[in-house]
């Protein structure tokens, strides 16, 4: 029998407590052995509930018990998590979270006290809920040169900006919408300004490269602009917009960004819609595979928790390796990526080539008949904005996705 503990009871940790018991026979055959959730932490009460009974609220009853050698910390946040986190890897049990803030924040920090201590500090569900897109990369993809990370890594802005496609509503209205059927928070900044998908691409990013990634060297632009004009040009060129999360390997270095993005209909990523998420990893050898499924919820959150929980249990007195090192990965200026942009204009395509050179997918919309919309050729990001800022033509303008980040 191994004695595991979950700290926090919410959304996260309740979906942990159901799988390892709904799954109890089957979490046995495949581990060697029964895993028994002896405490549960939380500040709460939870009368009537299945936790009553091992309910604490004293976390030395955790960290003081031998017996337990897992911990899923599921409270989110850096306090009291980071602190606890700490002291049961020093005390020699593996810690399990779901946790982004906190990985994006001390993970490499916490990954090392688990190498000196034999134990392990695990992630999955940090990234992608019940996607298993960190085993990917650190199983599956081994023998690989990750080229490009790139995905759809937040459900609530991306449920948003389908309403508004799909639906024709505004911002604000999508908005509502998610806060009603419980997908986005009330104070939704994290998910709408990008911030979430930013540390997860991080976490991701320092795992495909093999060098620390700090997400607050990203550039990250959220969706609060987005209007439904802009919906309505994206259409009309044949594409969709997303808040893609992206990193990618070019010959002078490491590029990462957060953005919300034209993509082409040939690209995958426009048919995830809703609250579900994708991730596209290119390897040099097996070109590009695509992950897909729910970003968050209880359950398939709860799924890759558990799953990382059944690793330690299966490799006791051992550190499971991943490529997550602590020297620091430089990344190039977003500015100085190439790339095609597409621009609101109020002015003709003459006017336009004079400022940006050639143009295509020229289009107009009948209820804005004052201005245009075209993409540009290839131009490295600093020398588009310097060229957008000097014309007072240009309104508004997006980052294009190339067409073969789809294709190779």
Same mark, same amino acid.
């Given at each position: 029998m191994a004695y595991a503990a979950v700290m926090g009871y919410g959304t996260v940790g309740a979906g942990v407590v159901q799988v390892l018991t709904m799954?109890? &026979?089957?979490?046995?055959?495949?581990t060697g052995e029964?895993?028994? @959730?002896?405490? /549960?932490?939380d500040l709460r009460e939870f009368p009537g509930s299945p936790v009553e009974k091992i309910l604490t609220h004293d976390f030395s009853d955790i960290l003081n018990d031998p017996e337990v050698s897992v911990v899923v910390e599921t409270m989110g946040g850096l306090k009291p998590a980071y602190e606890f986190t700490k002291q049961l890897l020093l005390?020699?049990?593996?810690?399990?979270?779901?946790? %982004?803030?906190?990985?994006?924040?001390?993970?490499?920090?916490?990954? %090392?006290?688990?190498?000196?201590?034999?134990?392990?500090?695990?992630? *999955?569900?940090?990234?992608?809920?019940?996607?298993? @897109? @960190?085993?990917v990369l650190n199983s599956s993809l081994t023998a690989e040169r990750i080229e490009e990370v790139t995905g759809i890594l937040n459900g609530t802005t991306n449920y948003i900006l389908t309403s508004m496609t799909e639906q024709g509503k505004d911002f604000?209205?999508?908005?509502? *919408?998610?806060?009603e059927k419980g997908y986005a928070e009330l104070h939704p900044e994290a998910d709408v300004e990008g911030w979430d998908a930013c540390r997860k691409i991080a976490i991701l990013s320092s795992l495909?490269?093999? $060098?620390?990634?700090?997400?607050?060297?990203?550039?990250?632009?959220g969706i609060t602009s987005v209007d439904k004009t802009d919906i309505a040009y994206a259409e009309k060129i044949g594409c969709r917009i997303k808040l893609l999360a992206t990193s990618r390997r070019e010959k002078e270095g490491i590029w990462a960004l957060v953005t919300p993005m034209m993509i082409g209909k040939e690209n995958p990523l426009t048919a995830v819609d809703g609250v579900m998420n994708a991730v596209m990893v $290119?390897?040099?050898? /097996?070109?590009t595979t695509m992950y897909y499924g729910s970003g968050a919820?209880?359950?398939?959150?709860a799924s890759a928790v558990v799953g990382d929980v059944i690793d330690c249990v299966k490799h006791p007195g051992k550190t499971i390796r991943n490529d997550y090192s602590g020297e620091l990965q430089e990344l190039l200026p977003a500015d100085e990526i190439a790339r095609p942009f597409f621009v609101r204009y109020t002015g003709t395509p003459e006017e336009a080539e004079k400022t940006?050179? $050639?143009?295509?997918?020229?289009?107009?919309?009948?209820?804005?008949? &004052? &201005?245009?919309?075209?993409?540009?050729?290839?131009?490295?990001? $600093?020398?588009?904005?310097?060229?957008?800022?000097?014309?007072?033509?240009? %309104?508004?303008?997006?980052?294009?996705?190339k067409n073969e980040e789809a294709e190779e």
């Open positions: 799954n109890r &026979e089957i979490i046995a055959r495949r029964e895993i028994d @959730i002896r405490y /549960v932490l005390a020699g049990k593996s810690v399990c979270t779901s946790n %982004k803030e906190l990985v994006a924040e001390h993970g490499v920090e916490l990954m %090392k006290i688990a190498r000196e201590n034999n134990v392990n500090y695990l992630f *999955e569900a940090s990234c992608g809920g019940g996607i298993p @897109i @960190i085993r604000g209205q999508a908005l509502a *919408e998610a806060q495909a490269y093999g $060098k620390h990634v700090p997400y607050g060297m990203i550039r990250t632009e $290119k390897g040099n050898a /097996v070109g919820g209880s359950l398939p959150t940006f050179g $050639k143009i295509s997918d020229v289009v107009a919309l009948p209820d804005h008949p &004052e &201005e245009i919309g075209f993409l540009t050729g290839m131009i490295a990001e $600093k020398t588009f904005r310097e060229l957008a800022g000097g014309d007072p033509r240009v %309104k508004r303008w997006f980052r294009r996705g």
